[in-house]
T-cell receptor, first 117, second 115 residues
Framework: EAQVTQNPRYLITVTGKKLTVTCSQNMNHEYMSWYRQDPGLGLRQIYYSMNVEVTDKGDVPEGYKVSRKEKRNFPLILESPSPNQTSLYFC????????????????FGPGTRLTVL | AQSVAQPEDQVNVAEGNPLTVKCTYSVSGNPYLFWYVQYPNRGLQFLLKYITGDNLVKGSYGFEAEFNKSQTSFHLKKPSALVSDSALYFCAVRGRFSGNTPLVFGKGTRLSVIA
């Protein structure tokens, strides 16, 4: 089954304790992205990756890191989490983003609810 | 800069009645437009998209949306609402000449269909 998986689905942690949220897709998609969803703010993009070893900042990258060493995986790293990073996080992937072409339909993971105390 | 607005945080409609969820956008040039839906405790799911061609786009679950260039709108519609349509709906846009910049999502509109 074609899907985007995220782990963990729920995480409660404390300020400053490094954590990683994994994201994996089995559709051979080139494009992957991380979003955070907050009430009243909708979906905001954190980082995205056009392909392996190619990453770029989204709208709210501060406090986050990503890596794209393999096509299928795009982990989100919080080196020193703070309470303002408490949020619902979504990973998404799509087939490709051609220069000047339309964005492909994105497939979203089930979400990771993170609480930073 | 690209932006999208969903002017209503909440839309309530009775089951069987038509529903409309509004979306307006701002981009340079022509847009690519998407609608996604989020059911409780789930990720976003693709509903429909406008890339080019016919202004009326039909999508999943009986939804459709009409691209209106003069009003810069892309409202989501369904002729007869179901209780199961209750969810959070997101409109997203990217300008046709915005290179590889990512989609910009609206803040979402919560649709509540009442039996």
């Amino acid at each position: 089954e074609a899907q985007v998986t995220q782990n963990p689905r729920y995480l409660i942690t404390v300020t400053g304790k490094k954590l990683t949220v994994t994201c994996s897709q089995n559709m051979n998609h080139e494009y992957m992205s991380w979003y955070r969803q907050d009430p009243g703010l909708g979906l905001r993009q954190i980082y995205y990756s056009m392909n392996v070893e190619v990453t770029d900042k989204g709208d709210v990258p501060e406090g986050y890191k990503v890596s794209r060493k393999e096509k299928r995986n795009f982990p989100l790293i919080l080196e020193s989490p703070s309470p303002n990073q408490t949020s619902l996080y979504f990973c998404a992937s799509s087939l490709r983003v051609l220069a000047g072409g339309p964005p492909d339909t994105q497939y979203f993971g089930p979400g990771t609810r993170l609480t930073v105390l | 800069a690209q932006s999208v607005a969903q002017p209503e945080d909440q839309v309530n409609v009775a089951e069987g009645n038509p529903l409309t969820v509004k979306c307006t956008y701002s981009v340079s040039g022509n847009p690519y437009l998407f609608w996604y839906v989020q059911y409780p405790n789930r990720g976003l799911q693709f509903l429909l998209k406008y890339i080019t061609g016919d202004n009326l786009v039909k999508g999943s679950y009986g939804f459709e949306a009409e691209f209106n260039k003069s009003q810069t709108s892309f409202h989501l519609k369904k002729p007869s609402a179901l209780v199961s349509d209750s969810a959070l709906y997101f409109c997203a846009v990217r300008g046709r000449f915005s290179g590889n910049t990512p989609l910009v999502f609206g803040k979402g509109t919560r649709l509540s269909v009442i039996a």
